[in-house]
C-alpha cells in the first residue's frame, strides 16, 4: 500500500510535467512553422491542461476501468469549480471581463447538460464517443472564430498568446516532445494502476477513484494556472483556463472510454455525480455572469464548502 501511494504521487508529478513539457514542444513547433498564435493558442495550449486527464482516461478505459475514466471526467470538473475556482476566489475576488469567458460560460452549462443526456442511461457508447469528439471539432473551430472576431483586445488572447514559446529550436522542441510524450504515457499508467491498488485496499469503487485521488491529480495544472493568473492579476486567464477545462473534459476525455471501451458505467455517475457537477455549473454561470460580474470571496467560499462535503460523502461512502 505504501508502496502504490509512492507510485500514485510520483506518476501525478510526472504525468503534470510530461504534459507540460510536450506541450511547450509542439507549440514551439508550431510557431516555428508559422501556424498562427492564435490557432496555437486555442488548440495546442487551451488542451494542455486537459492532456493529463486524456491520458488517464484512455489507460482506464483500456483497462477495462470506464467508471475510473468517467469518474475523472466528472470529478476533474467538480473539481475545477468547486476547489479550484473557490480557492482562487478566496485568494482574490475573480472579475470576469473577457467576453469569450461569457460565451463560453452558457456553453459550458450546455455541454454539462449533453453530458447528462449521454450517461442517462448508465451506458457509454462508441457512437456517443464519436459525437462527442465530432462536436469537440466544431467547438475548436468556432472558438477559433470567436477569437479571430475578438481580436487583440480579449485578456483571455493575450494571456494565451504570450505563453507560446519563443525562440526555441525545431530541435530543442522536439527533445522535449520525445521526452513529454513516453512520460506522459508511461506515468499515466502507473497513475491507474496504483489508484486501483489503493482502491482495492480500501474498498473504494472503481468511480469513487476516479472522482477522488485520480480527478484532483490531473486537475493540478488548472489549480496551479488558476493561482498564477490571480497572482499576476490575470482573473480571466483563472477562470478561462477552468471553462476550457470542462468543456474540453466533457467533449474530449469522455469521448475516449466511448471509443476505445463502451461499456456500461455505475448508476451512480448519473443519479449522484452528475447532478453535483451540473448544479455546481449553474452556480458558475450565476455567479459569473451576474450584476458584479465577478466572482467574490463568499461565493469562493461556498464552492470550496461544497466541493469538501461532497469529498467527505464519497469517502464515507466508498464502495459505491
Not at 288 to 309: D, H, M, P, Q, T
Request: overall charge negative; aromatic content about 6%; charged content about 10%.
Amino acid at each position: 500500500m505504501v508502496i502504490a501511494v509512492a507510485i500514485l504521487i510520483v506518476g501525478l508529478i510526472v504525468l503534470v510535467w510530461s504534459a507540460d513539457r510536450l506541450v511547450f514542444g509542439a507549440a514551439a513547433i508550431a510557431k516555428n512553422y508559422g501556424v498562427s498564435p492564435l490557432i496555437i493558442g486555442m488548440t495546442i495550449l487551451a488542451m494542455g491542461s486537459s492532456a493529463p486527464e486524456m491520458m488517464v482516461s484512455a489507460n482506464a478505459a483500456l483497462a477495462d476501468k470506464t467508471d475510473t475514466a468517467v469518474g475523472n471526467v466528472l470529478g476533474s470538473n467538480i473539481a475545477n469549480i468547486a476547489l479550484i475556482i473557490g480557492f482562487t476566489a478566496l485568494i482574490k475576488p475573480l472579475s470576469i471581463g473577457s467576453t469569450i469567458i461569457r460565451r463560453e460560460l452558457p456553453l459550458m452549462l450546455g455541454v454539462t447538460v449533453l453530458a447528462g443526456a449521454l450517461l442517462w442511461n448508465n451506458h457509454l457508447g462508441f457512437f456517443e464517443g464519436v459525437g462527442l469528439i465530432t462536436l469537440f471539432v466544431i467547438f475548436i473551430l468556432m472558438m477559433i472564430k470567436i477569437g479571430k472576431d475578438s481580436g487583440d483586445s480579449d485578456p483571455i488572447l493575450a494571456d494565451q498568446q504570450s505563453d507560446i514559446p519563443n525562440d526555441v529550436s525545431n530541435l530543442k522542441a522536439a527533445i522535449w516532445i520525445i521526452i513529454g510524450l513516453p512520460l506522459l504515457l508511461l506515468s499515466s499508467d502507473q497513475v491507474v494502476d496504483s489508484a486501483v491498488t489503493i482502491a482495492q485496499y480500501f474498498g473504494m469503487s472503481d468511480l469513487v477513484i476516479g472522482l477522488t485521488i485520480i480527478a484532483i491529480g490531473t486537475s493540478l495544472p488548472e489549480l496551479a494556472a488558476s493561482i498564477a493568473g490571480v497572482m499576476k492579476g490575470e482573473d480571466d486567464l483563472a477562470v478561462g483556463n477552468i471553462i476550457g477545462s470542462n468543456v474540453f473534459n466533457i467533449l474530449a476525455v469522455m469521448a475516449i472510454p466511448g471509443l476505445l471501451n463502451p461499456s456500461a458505467i455505475s448508476e451512480y455517475a448519473m443519479s449522484r455525480d452528475y447532478y453535483i457537477m451540473l448544479v455546481l455549473s449553474i452556480m458558475l454561470l450565476v455567479f459569473a455572469l451576474g450584476k458584479s460580474r465577478s466572482i467574490n470571496r463568499i461565493e469562493g467560499a461556498v464552492f470550496l464548502l461544497c466541493y469538501i462535503g461532497y469529498q467527505s460523502y464519497l469517502f464515507i461512502n466508498a464502495a459505491a
